[in-house]
């Protein structure tokens, strides 16, 4: 299986900031690296496929980069509504897996 | 709006068989550009893909559950069954019906159901 790694497991920021989460492959997956948002007692939504395409109705404050192995999701100016768990997802071979998350906290 | 809707009892004993039904409206099941997953979240901690099937009824199924999952797809109903055999505490989980979508630049689940919470307990 492909191991999905993010960094940090935790993070703490205020309104304005300038975020970053990695997510880190255990072996090439191209581009095919999901990103997703999860707020408590919630399905998780779809914010970026394909490493970097912004899903249909997503704000563009939220945005994707990388390939191979390495990649980031950065939100350019967080809003109340953005803390919440954020998840990679590889789609490149199954079983395709998750990381372990990302909880954005104020 | 496409929308999934999971059905299922919200408690399965021990050594059961756990069956859930993904009814999908607003868009047709049988579109070639689907696949139809199930996705659980135990409490408190991450996501874990289960399986998915198409609309002609081709299956993939993760490993470490294969042994004991079998999906299903009712065309008729535009409905998609999941069913896990041999259930122990360690299924208790948010049990997840999504779609995803299939195209050249990869595979993302795109649109989720609710989800619900299947507890395994005698």
């Known amino acids: 299986d492909i191991q999905m790694t993010q960094s940090p497991s935790s993070l703490s920021a205020f309104v304005g900031d300038r975020v970053t989460i990695t997510c880190r492959a255990s072996?090439?997956?191209?581009?095919?690296l999901n990103w997703y948002q999860q707020k408590p007692g919630k399905a998780p939504k779809l914010l970026i496929y394909?490493?970097?395409s912004l899903q249909s109705g997503v704000p563009s404050r939220f945005s994707g980069s990388g390939s191979g192995t390495d990649f980031t999701l950065t939100i350019g100016s967080l809003q109340p509504e953005d803390f919440a768990t954020y998840y990679c997802?590889?789609?490149?071979?199954?079983?395709?897996?998750f990381g372990q998350g990302t909880k954005l906290e104020i | 709006q496409l929308q999934l809707q999971e059905s299922g009892p919200g408690l399965v004993k021990p050594s059961e068989t756990l069956s859930l039904t993904c009814t999908v409206s607003?868009?047709?099941?049988?579109?070639?550009?689907?696949?139809w997953d199930w996705i659980r979240q135990p409490p408190g901690k991450g996501l874990e893909w289960i399986g998915s099937i198409y609309y002609g009824g081709n299956t993939y199924y993760n490993p470490s559950l294969k042994s004991r999952v079998t999906m299903s797809v009712d065309t008729s109903k535009n409905q998609f069954s999941l069913k896990l055999s041999s259930v122990t505490a360690a299924d208790t989980a948010v049990y997840y019906c999504?779609?995803?979508?299939?195209?050249?630049?990869?595979?993302?689940?795109?649109?989720w159901g609710q989800g619900t919470l299947v507890t395994v307990s005698s």
């Open positions: 072996q090439s997956i191209s581009r095919y």
């Open positions: 394909a490493a970097s």
């Open positions: 997802q590889q789609s490149f071979t199954t079983p395709y897996t």
């Open positions: 999504a779609r995803q979508y299939s195209s050249s630049s990869g595979t993302p689940f795109d649109y």
């Open positions: 607003g868009g047709s099941i049988s579109s070639s550009s689907y696949y």
